[in-house]
C-alpha cells in the first residue's frame, strides 16, 4: 500500500468508522490492502491525539480499536429514563473471581468462594458479554473454564486487565474480600476451615450465600 501517512489515517479512521466491531491492528492493515503494521499503529496514535480533545475518542480496549464518545458527555447522551440491572453480591463475586484469576473453572470458583455457586449466575455474566466459555481444563473431567472478554474490559473502562484495581483500591472501597478468599485459597493460606469460615462471613457474606445466586 503506497498511501501517504496523511491518507493512511484517514483510510484508517474511515474503517473503524464504518466497522460494527472493534478492530486489531493486523485486522486493519489486511482490511486497508496489506498496510505495514507499524505504519497502522503510528496512524492510531495519531489519531488518538487528535481525537482527545473532542466528543469522540479513539480507544484501544484489549488490543482492539474502535471508537466512543468522550466520556465526559455521557450525561448529555444519557436517557432520561434507565433501567438498571444490578449484579447480585455472588454475580459481583464470581465475576471478580475470574477477572482477578482466569481462567478459572466452576469447581475452582466455588472452591475460592467457599459455597456453591449456581449455574444461572453464570448465565447471567455470559448473557451481559462479560464472561466467556474458554475451553476446556485438562484433568480429569476436563470441566469447563470461565474467562473475561473484551466487552468486559469497554464496560469497566479498562484497556487490559493490568488495569484491574489493587488491593488498595480494593481495600478502599469496601470490595477486597472475593479477591482476598481468593488469594488466600491459591497460595494455599486458608487451611484453617474455622478461618476460612471468618473470611467467608466478614462483611456481607453468608454461608448459606447460594441462595444469592438464585435471586439474580
Keep these: ?4 501517512p496523511d491518507e493512511l489515517h484517514r483510510a484508517i479512521e474511515a474503517t473503524l468508522f464504518a466497522s460494527e466491531e472493534p478492530m486489531t491492528v493486523d485486522a ?6 496489506g498496510a505495514a503494521a507499524g505504519d497502522v499503529r503510528e496512524g492510531l496514535r495519531a489519531l488518538t491525539g487528535h481525537y482527545e480533545k473532542r466528543g469522540i475518542s479513539l480507544v484501544e480496549r484489549a488490543g482492539r480499536w474502535h471508537f466512543q464518545t468522550a ?3 455521557a450525561h448529555i447522551l444519557r436517557r432520561e429514563q434507565e433501567q438498571v440491572r444490578r449484579l447480585s453480591r455472588a454475580g459481583t463475586e464470581v465475576l471478580a473471581i475470574i477477572a482477578y484469576h482466569e481462567p478459572v473453572s466452576r469447581a475452582e470458583i466455588e472452591a475460592i468462594r467457599g459455597v456453591q455457586t449456581a449455574k ?3 448465565d447471567v455474566l455470559m448473557e451481559a458479554g462479560w464472561v ?8 480429569p473431567g476436563r470441566p469447563v473454564i470461565y474467562a473475561t472478554t473484551p466487552d468486559f474490559l469497554a464496560h469497566f473502562g479498562l484497556a487490559s486487565r493490568r488495569d484491574l484495581p489493587g ?7 469496601g470490595l477486597l474480600d472475593p479477591v482476598d478468599d481468593a488469594y488466600d485459597a491459591l497460595t494455599g493460606e486458608a487451611d484453617d476451615p474455622d478461618a476460612a469460615s471468618d473470611s467467608v462471613t466478614s462483611g456481607e457474606l453468608a454461608p448459606n450465600d447460594e ?3 438464585d435471586a439474580l
Design 1 to 4: 500500500m503506497s498511501e501517504t
Design 28 to 33: 486493519l492493515a489486511v482490511h486497508l490492502g
Design 71 to 73: 466520556p465526559d458527555l
Design 120 to 122: 444461572g449466575t453464570l
Design 132 to 139: 466467556r466459555a474458554a475451553g476446556r481444563r485438562e484433568v
Design 167 to 173: 488491593i488498595d483500591e480494593l481495600r478502599a472501597s
Design 211 to 213: 441462595q444469592a445466586d
